[in-house]
């Protein structure tokens, strides 16, 4: 169980963080309007007509922009396993129906299903682009649970939808206690977290009391975000439990509705009723 866990840290937190550097410059975003690499598959017709995504399983170097393949990034992707595929349509369909369809739409254009990813040299457990999800899978006993993947899935989903709409960071920053400030405030916070030890994702009182739901969402804002995130839209139940608790828990959340709200309106009847 202490293996898992220490997976589970490691690769949830890696999620997020190889785009933002080459992000810096929007030309070193991959071919997202391209078809390099696409390969039907009838386990995910459904969901591609359904929500419009396009699931991907081959790994080509195609998938990654020309630049992402030359130091220091030299990104690199290995194929997932067969077997790992076939848990990926109940799993997509659930994360998947917690959005609007035509947020979907407008916002995410591919999934890329991989068994590994590196990026300078390090291994990631998920990442982004302008409109792609990239996901790992290494099988549950290496701690890839249904769980974690849709964790994962809404992590990285929530990094595009910060870019790509007005997220009020001014007002989410002032719900930190007074004099709080993020870690690491550059465009790779939760790598330097990482390489400082800090990038722990178990909850406790601590943090909570905090506005914050573990140590790795001290390491840069949309990390924090990131979080929200992803228990919001794996575990509602619990984020509301604690938003009952813990008042700045209970900010957070509410603004973090509003936000999703502002995208969609549909958004909070989606993840409350789903």
């Known amino acids: ?86 848990r990926y349509p109940m799993i997509l369909k659930n994360v998947l129906s917690k959005y609007p369809k035509k947020v979907l739409l407008k916002n995410l254009k591919k999934i890329v299903l991989a068994k590994s990813l590196s990026f300078y040299g390090l291994q990631y457990g998920g990442t982004y682009s302008t409109y792609t999800v990239y996901l790992t899978s290494k099988g549950i006993s290496r701690g890839y649970t249904n769980d974690y993947l849709i964790n994962s899935i809404h992590h990285e989903f929530s990094s595009i939808l910060f870019r790509n709409y007005n997220f009020p960071k001014e007002k989410w920053k002032s719900l930190n206690l007074k004099g709080f400030k993020y870690t690491n405030n550059s465009i790779d916070g939760g ?38 995130s992803a228990s919001i839209l794996t575990n509602p139940i619990h984020i509301k439990k604690l938003a009952k608790k813990y008042t700045l828990i209970k900010k957070k959340l509410d603004l973090w509705l509003s936000f999703y709200n502002s995208i969609d309106i549909n958004f909070k009847k989606n993840i409350f009723n789903k």
């Open 1 to 86: 169980m202490k293996n898992i866990l220490i997976i589970i840290t490691l690769f949830i937190y890696l999620a997020g963080c190889s785009e933002k550097t080459a992000r810096k410059n929007k030309s070193l975003s991959p071919n997202d309007n391209k078809d390099e690499g696409i390969q039907s598959n009838s386990l995910f017709s459904e969901i591609e007509s359904t929500y419009g995504v396009k699931i991907i399983m081959k790994a080509t170097p195609e998938l990654f922009h020309p630049s992402w393949r030359l130091p220091p990034i030299n990104a690199k992707i290995v194929q997932i396993d067969e077997n790992e595929v076939l």
């Open 191 to 228: 790598i330097e977290a990482l390489k400082a030890g800090k990038a722990g994702l178990i909850g406790s009182h601590l943090w909570y009391k905090q506005g914050f739901l573990a140590e790795y969402s001290i390491s840069a804002l949309e990390e924090d975000f990131n979080l929200y």
